[in-house]
């Protein structure tokens, strides 16, 4: 397979571009964006087509500009693989609990299952892996029913045990952002209760949440043994309400003595 820089200078033909060309292209991007590190000598051009030199963020973006290239195409030529981040971030263990920024446009591949057997009950609690025929990749834009743009992820810390045993730490869970107002009624047990996804100057929060004077209050579940979390209403930002959650039931890390 040719190299990056090789490929590069394969897409510059193409176009039929000289070295000088690019370089001048690089300095229209540079007065776009006043910042020369946008600029591509000729010499470095060189360097990056013939020695394998590998280019700064800035001049591999002038370089997908001018020759008309995917920004996260090229990134794959050199080893970098934007979809694998989400995967990547996951093996990651974090202590705090957090939001996920990932783009769903830019990686928001699911793994579904696009054809079931005709003879399978879906009335019925069902093993899917016994009954999924196959399976595909389906952009999350494209699923029905789901208002992308107003739907957030997040991360449950692996030391936030605030809202055990209903979410698990190191759970996924998925925010609303168009549900933000605290509702104090409405719920009949604690599973229909609102759950909140709560920011503040020092890190997010998960509870149940209620007003009082000029408080925000986020409290925890009682059997996680947790603290409720009080804040001033105009210090505090409720990012939106949990609508889904992913978790596993057999954690191989419990918590031995909770506080």
């Known amino acids: 397979m040719d190299d990056p820089g090789h490929r590069l200078k394969q897409a510059r033909e193409r176009l039929s571009l000289t070295y000088r060309d690019v370089g001048e292209a690089s300095v229209q991007i540079a007065n776009r964006h006043h910042n020369d590190e946008f600029l591509i000598a000729l010499s470095r051009l060189s360097d990056i087509e013939n020695k ?3 280019p700064s963020i800035y001049r591999l973006y002038s370089l997908c500009t001018i020759y008309r290239l995917e920004l ?3 990134l794959e030529w050199y080893g970098v693989l934007l979809a694998r981040q989400a995967a990547d971030a996951a093996s990651i263990v974090i202590g705090k609990t957090h939001p996920i920024n990932f783009n769903p446009g830019l990686y928001g591949d699911l793994q579904v299952p696009l054809a079931l057997d005709p003879g399978v009950d879906l009335r019925k609690t069902t093993f899917l ?4 025929q196959r399976w595909g990749k389906l952009p999350l834009s494209l699923l029905s029913g789901a208002d992308v743009k107003n739907l957030r992820y997040a991360f449950v ?3 936030d045990w605030s809202m055990y045993p209903l979410i698990y730490p190191e759970s996924l869970i ?3 952002e168009t ?3 605290v509702s104090l009624a409405g719920w009949s047990s604690e ?3 609102p759950i909140y996804f709560v920011e503040h100057r020092t890190g997010y929060f998960l509870g149940w949440c209620s007003h009082v004077d000029k408080q925000l209050i986020v409290s925890p579940h009682p059997a996680s043994r947790a603290v409720p979390q009080v804040f001033l209403n105009d210090e505090v930002d409720i990012i939106g309400q949990v609508s889904g959650v992913a978790m596993r039931l ?3 890390r419990r918590r031995q003595n909770p506080a």
């Open 157 to 159: 810390g692996s030391d």
């Open 250 to 252: 057999d954690q191989p």
């Open 179 to 181: 549900q933000r107002r």
């Open 191 to 193: 599973f229909d209760r």
């Open 52 to 54: 394998g030199t590998v």
């Open 129 to 132: 892996s016994h009954v999924v």
């Open 72 to 74: 996260s195409e090229v």
């Open 174 to 176: 998925l925010i609303d």
